[in-house]
């Protein structure tokens, strides 16, 4: 008996460049039943960016950098694929009735654009981006629900806690379940995503922060769906490349050291973030709007061997984990076919080979950034887009040796405590305290004395 699929779901990658975006292709590449390349874009490096649409054919491309934009060689991209720019093009990419899903994985607060975008046009969109998160979340999930939209996680801990969580999909007879026919499933619900919401002292339902300490949540609730029988979730940190180091071994940090991660092969930027742990804060705070947990209910556990990838404990002491070996094209394929699993070219455990799985208590001494994610959820407001721009930018200047490593936390700290706290932001007021913050911390490396090293 042969079993017929429906049309292959049309993806869009937006960052298909970077390292999420290169494993998002292989994950495509892999399933041509079930997913087909739509549209593809990149900031700067056009070469390789239309080498993947030769190679994928896309309808288009997007390059977003005026200045590559300006210096693109036309005639190195095969004829049939529609070049476009900047946001627009994303835009345009995004809302194409012709699209199912957009893989959102621009790294930092630029990713913002793209997946509201997808977002307004009711999409399904899998977000790698956790910056949009930190920077937007209330806003962000509102949107969402606004539109009958789905966000899915592919972060790994966040895919971890969703897989825990929906151990029973509803699954369509016939095979493969459209984006579409999903929003009628379990996650679905146009005033949130979190269908156990009525009851609980998390929902909100007027979409704005409400800033108060662990208080009620704003907008929709998340892709929890029954809240009320989460006791906790536990996001595992590998612990970077300088686990069970004090801070004094850290004063002299190279760009090298902290680019060596012992787990996982990723960007620059998310790599130095999982070396400061501020990726786990990032993380908690991702985790927070994305489920719609208090920020009490979230923990932080290290271990170092990345496969547990997170666990939900259960009111009546049961938990779920998800283990897997570190390899991102799981959680990105289980976003882009969800809620169906289906054999696909991420790495298998090898049960022979796995005799240790340790669990450590972070250093909240040596890495300050995790206290920071907490307090971040906690408050909410704008906190989150102040530490995301000022970690941003700060991760930009010690990557050009023009601050220490263990200034990153320093200096978001910083910020963080001098920035003008608002409960209830709009989108332009987050957009502006971004600039803000990063020229905050131009300021503060500009009153510094220099003391980095760069190799
Ligand atoms: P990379 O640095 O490898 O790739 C970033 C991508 O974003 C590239 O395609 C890049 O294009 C594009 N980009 C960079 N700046 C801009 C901009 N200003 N406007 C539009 N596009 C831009 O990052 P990663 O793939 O590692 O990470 C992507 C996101 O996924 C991050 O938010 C990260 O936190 C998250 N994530 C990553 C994981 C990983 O394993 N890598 C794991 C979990 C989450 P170009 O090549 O032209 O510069
Ligand atoms: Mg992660």
């Not at 004094?248 to 050291?257: E, H, I, K, S, Y």
């Not at 957009?431 to 803000?436: G, H, P, Q, T, V």
Request: glycine share 8%; proline share 7%.
């Amino acid at each position: 008996m042969t079993v017929s699929h429906p049309s292959p779901r049309r993806v869009v990658v937006l960052g298909s460049t970077g390292s999420i975006g290169t494993s998002t292709l292989d994950v495509i590449a892999h399933l041509p039943q079930r997913l087909q390349t739509a549209g593809l874009s990149a900031h700067s490096s056009w070469p390789a960016l239309f080498e993947q649409a030769n190679r994928h054919r896309p309808a288009w491309v997007t390059v977003t950098d005026p200045d590559a934009v300006r210096k693109l060689d036309r005639s190195k991209l095969d004829h049939g694929i529609e070049l476009l720019t900047g946001p627009e093009g994303v835009a345009r990419m995004v809302a194409d009735p012709e699209v199912d899903v957009v893989l959102s994985a621009v790294v930092g607060a630029a990713g913002l654009e793209g997946t509201w975008a997808a977002l307004e046009a009711g999409k399904t969109v899998a977000v790698a981006n956790k910056e949009t998160l930190v920077m937007a979340g209330p806003l962000v999930m509102e949107l969402a629900a606004r539109h009958n939209a789905l966000v899915l996680p592919v972060d790994s801990e966040h895919s971890a806690v969703f897989q825990a969580l929906h151990t029973s999909p509803t699954r369509q007879r016939g095979g493969q379940t459209s984006p579409t026919r999903q929003r009628g499933g379990p996650l679905a619900g146009a005033s949130g995503l979190c269908s156990g919401a009525e009851e609980d002292p998390l929902a909100g339902a007027s979409g704005l922060c409400s800033g108060a300490e662990d208080g009620p949540l704003a907008g929709a609730s998340g892709l929890c769906s029954r809240v009320e029988e989460v006791e906790r979730v536990v996001l595992t940190a590998s612990g970077g490349p300088f686990r069970g180091k004090r801070a004094a071994d850290l004063a002299a940090v190279t760009v090298d050291q902290a680019l060596r991660h012992p787990t996982w092969r990723m960007g620059p930027k998310i790599t130095v973030d999982s070396a400061t742990l501020m990726n786990k804060a990032l993380e908690v705070i991702e985790a927070r709007w994305l489920f719609g947990l208090p920020a009490k209910r979230i923990e932080v556990i290290i271990h170092p061997e990345s496969i547990v990838h997170s666990f939900v404990e259960f009111v009546d002491g049961s938990v779920l984990a998800q283990l897997s070996p570190p390899d991102m094209r799981l959680p990105i394929q289980y976003a882009l076919t969800y809620p169906e699993r289906v054999a696909g070219p991420a790495r298998k455990l090898c049960w022979r080979e796995l005799s240790e799985l340790r669990f450590e208590q972070p250093d909240h001494e040596t890495f300050p950034a995790v206290q920071l994610g907490y307090e971040v959820a906690r408050r909410g407001g704008t906190c989150g887009a102040v530490l995301n721009a000022a970690n941003e930018a700060a991760v930009g200047r010690f990557l050009a040796g023009e601050l220490s490593f263990l200034d990153i936390p320093r200096v978001c700290r910083a910020v963080l405590d001098h920035h003008n706290f608002s409960a209830r932001p709009t989108l332009t007021e987050l957009a502006a305290l971004d600039r803000w913050a990063r020229q905050e911390v131009t300021r503060w490396i500009a009153s510094k004395p220099r003391t980095t090293t760069r190799t």
